[in-house]
């Protein structure tokens, strides 16, 4: 089974920066596909960001020039750099690998962008 661990989140203020990370246990890791996700109070949880195995990236219109995923397959890490941060990112973020015909969830990690 595949467990997922996300960190990094906090309390920044707008145009600040955040970088979180998420830490996939097994040996699934380099053959996955891994998205970032979040979820704001009262809102249905959306996807942010995704990257492939050979490291191509896409993003939601909202984020892009802003956020950047990146990867690392030796340490079993997907990164999530956010820059020029607005309250409208505030949202718990989760992580979630896709392998074969399964997907597993992080747990999520709370960002909140606010003077």
């Known amino acids: 089974q595949v467990q997922l661990v996300e960190s990094g989140g906090g309390l920044v203020q707008p145009g600040g920066s955040l970088k979180l990370s998420c830490a996939a246990s097994g040996n699934l890791f380099s053959r996955s596909v891994m998205g970032w996700y979040r979820q704001a109070p009262g809102k249905q949880r959306e996807l942010v960001a995704t990257?492939?195995?050979?490291?191509?990236?896409s993003y939601a219109d909202s984020v892009k020039g802003r956020f950047t995923i990146s990867r690392d397959n030796a340490k079993n890490t997907v990164d999530l750099h956010m820059s020029s941060l607005k309250p409208e990112d505030t949202a718990v973020y989760y992580c979630r690998l896709y392998i074969n015909s399964y997907a597993f969830w992080g747990q999520g990690t709370q960002v909140t962008v606010s003077s």
């Open positions: 990257i492939t195995s050979g490291g191509s990236a």
